[in-house]
């Protein structure tokens, strides 16, 4: 685990974690899948992990609007954009956590927000990469039914899901049986870090493939800049192939494409047109594909199959 007290981090509170909150207009991190919030879903950045918290544990999204953070000390990826340090990311600053004392720590901070009227309710694990340990996932989840805390709290992941084929195939069949059974209880978010074609997304796309199959509640993202118009239509192909309305399911965080087809293959914009936001772009594509608006429902609310 990184020892959150030897980063830069804002508002840490233990070695394990720090605090976060998802949903700031400030930021415009807002649920645009929500109608109060749809008219700006191609200019925020979608944050709803607040909505999904509500829908499982009941109350409306501010009731779950925090969430404590605590991040892997290791990850496969060194992508230029994260805001982790390549020194955590390489184990430098660690230390041997385990899920008993990471739970115990979580429910000292809960108890301490609750003295100060504030709920927490999002229990995040970060990275580095969390599924390069999917046995920690599984005894997180396990410590927190211990503790009577699931229909009190969340568990949210965030992964590449890069290794997530080879990490499930070195574990036993105990550990592959109990990551089986506890899927679909934690809420996974998974930025796809590489573009079709790159090196690293039949890696990528395969950790999709099983994160759906073990049952996992998967909601993808992309961001960062380079997707090209064919990039977003493989995509959609990829997503639909691997869960039946995953495509609907994308969150795409916001940049600029300058060279865009707009709703299809064929429709080129003009060189001296304005920029088109990725999401506009991804609007037309789903709704060529499945007859749906971008963020037409909140994500949770789409059905796997």
Not at 229 to 249: G, M, V
Request: hydrophobic share 40%.
């Amino acid at each position: 685990m990184t020892d959150l007290t030897k980063t830069s981090l804002e508002d840490v509170r233990s070695r394990y974690f720090r605090i976060f909150v998802p949903i700031r207009l400030a930021r415009l991190r807002l649920p645009t899948s929500l109608t109060e919030f749809r008219a700006i879903r191609h200019d925020a950045t979608l944050s709803d992990s607040p909505v999904t918290a509500a829908a499982k544990l009941g109350g409306h999204w501010s009731d779950h609007n925090l969430a404590a953070i605590t991040h892997i000390g290791a990850c496969n990826f060194r992508c230029h954009y994260c805001y982790v340090s390549f020194q955590n990311l390489a184990g430098h600053g660690g230390f041997a956590g385990d899920a008993k004392s990471l739970v115990q720590d979580f429910i000292q901070i809960r108890s301490e927000l609750a003295d100060a009227g504030r709920s927490l309710t999002i229990l995040r694990v970060s990275g580095g990469e969390p599924l390069l340990a999917p046995s920690l996932v599984t005894e997180v989840y396990q410590q927190l039914d211990h503790r009577n805390l699931l229909d009190q709290c969340v568990l949210k992941v965030e992964s590449n899901l890069s290794v997530l084929p080879y990490a499930y195939g070195q574990l036993n069949l105990r550990g592959q049986a109990d990551l089986q059974a506890i899927a679909r209880y934690v809420t996974l978010h998974a930025t796809l870090h590489a573009r079709p074609g790159e090196r690293d997304w039949h890696s990528i796309t395969d950790g999709l493939s099983l994160a759906a199959e073990l049952g996992f509640d998967v909601y993808p993202a992309i961001g960062g800049t380079g997707w090209s118009i064919d990039h977003l239509w493989a995509l959609a192909y990829e997503l639909e192939s691997r869960a039946t309305n995953l495509s609907k399911r994308l969150a795409v965080r916001p940049f600029r494409l300058s060279y865009a087809e707009r709703y299809g293959r064929r429709a080129i914009m003009s060189g001296n047109a304005e920029p088109v936001a990725a999401s506009v772009v991804w609007e037309g594509i789903l709704r060529e594909i499945t007859g749906s608006d971008y963020l037409a429902i909140p994500r949770h609310e789409v059905e796997l199959s």
